[in-house]
Nanobody, 124 residues
Framework: QVQLVESGGGLVQAGASLRLSCAGS????????MGWFRQAPGKEREFVAR????????MYADSVKGRFTISRDNAKNTVYLQMNSLKPEDTAVYYC?????????????????WGQGTQVTVSS
């Protein structure tokens, strides 16, 4: 089992940057692919980015491609989401999630463990 705790959210102006962190527990953290999702009020939870267990492959939603970067440090049991050029439409609660299956997916229901989320608010 993996427990996940996100941090790094906040209130920023459009064009600013934030880095989210997700700290995982357990010695098996490095065996999980990790994803970031977000959910805005009144909207479905949507995929943002994913990184493979060893960090060799990544994938991104089209809406964040070129602005966001996912990375991980397995020695620290932590995955990051660097968010640059933030826009008001990026405002949401951001969640990290762990997937024990190696096949890449953007489907939230395929992920096994979730953090509690961190709020990101981008003002115009």
């Amino acid at each position: 089992q993996v427990q996940l705790v996100e941090s790094g959210g906040g209130l920023v102006q459009a064009g600013a940057s934030l880095r989210l962190s997700c700290a995982g527990s357990g010695r098996t953290f490095r065996s999980y692919a990790m994803g970031w999702f977000r959910q805005a009020p009144g909207k479905e939870r949507e995929f943002v980015a994913r990184i493979s267990s060893l960090g060799r492959t990544t994938m991104y939603a089209d809406s964040v491609k070129g602005r966001f970067t996912i990375s991980r440090d397995n020695a620290k049991n932590t995955v990051y989401l660097q968010m640059n050029s933030l826009k008001p439409e990026d405002t949401a609660v951001y969640y990290c999630a762990a997937d024990r299956e190696p096949i890449s997916t953007m489907t939230a229901s395929r992920y096994d463990y979730w953090g509690q989320g961190t709020q990101v608010t981008v003002s115009s």
